[in-house]
């Protein structure tokens, strides 16, 4: 029996959310969460797993009280059980102190794990560093981007694409993987999943106290990463507006744009005669 651990990220639904301008975090409580994409597709990896081969899987997530609606949605999809990390002092945390709060956790609460798998990304920060991160904090191997993955024995073979080669590795467990979002399609939840996730779950609720960290070491004042300015980008537009008759307007328009229009349409204008 395989024992998989999948991290899992709650992430805003919302592509543009205010920032606090004070702390430079996102006002995650002003939009409604979901479980990151590419954190289901490596649940969906898990699950997929466990129903082939046989296996346990272990969700666990780091983040506010509210995160623990993906957490029944693990539960619902298939998880067997839960672990939340939360803690205001844990608010903020960069990928560095994200990654070592949960080495700390999966040391004193899943140590015997075989595999873990985490999204590749996620869309709410896009920095893919939490699972390469984990995985050195744990001392395992760690393979980044994987499609497919089969374990024989102690052994998991994966493949995946890199700089448009299509990779085979092999890798001795325990591993991490990042899974990719081309394979393992999420599954949909059926009705025995909801009523399992709203039921009595298996969700263990742990705090920095209980890990044994110090507050201060985690959250942004813990966090060797500090943000110094936040800002939204603004797009700037130019419009010119041509008058005339069509024949003018044309003429005026490839004058102005020649070389723009000539490496759109892989023509030479002047040379074609217009």
Request: net charge negative; proline share 5%; with cysteine.
């Amino acid at each position: 029996m395989v024992k998989v651990i999948v991290c899992i990220k709650q992430v805003p639904m919302a592509s543009e959310l205010p920032w606090d301008a004070q702390s430079g975090t996102l006002r995650r409580d002003l939009a409604e969460g979901m479980m990151n994409p590419a954190c289901k597709h490596a649940l969906e990896a898990a699950l997929t797993m466990k129903h082939q081969q046989g296996g346990h899987v272990t969700a666990i997530t780091m983040g506010p009280p509210m995160a623990e609606e993906i957490l029944r949605e693990a539960i619902a999809m298939g998880a067997d059980r839960c672990l939340m990390l939360s803690d205001p002092a844990m608010a903020g945390s960069d990928t560095t102190v994200t990654s070592s709060t949960l080495a700390r956790a999966i040391e004193i609460f899943c140590s015997d794990f075989d595999l873990i798998l985490t999204g590749c990304h996620t869309t709410d920060s896009e920095t893919a560093q939490v699972g390469p991160q984990l995985a050195e904090e744990l001392d395992i191997p760690v393979v980044a981007y994987v499609d497919e993955m089969e374990i024989n024995d102690r052994v998991i073979r994966v493949q995946r694409f890199s700089d448009n080669f299509l990779e085979t590795l092999e890798v001795d467990l325990p591993c991490l993987l990042t899974v990719n979002t081309r394979h393992f399609t999420p599954r949909y939840i059926p009705l025995s999943g909801l009523q399992d996730a709203f039921g009595e779950v298996n969700i263990l609720s742990v705090s920095a106290a209980d890990l044994g960290i110090d507050p201060s070491s985690v959250g942004i004042e813990g966090s060797p990463t500090k943000i110094l300015e936040v800002f939204t980008p603004l797009a700037e537009k130019k419009n010119i507006v041509l008058k005339g008759a069509p024949k003018k307007i044309v003429e005026e328009l490839f004058d102005r744009f020649d070389t723009k229009i000539s490496g759109i349409i892989k023509k030479d204008i002047k040379r074609e005669g217009r």
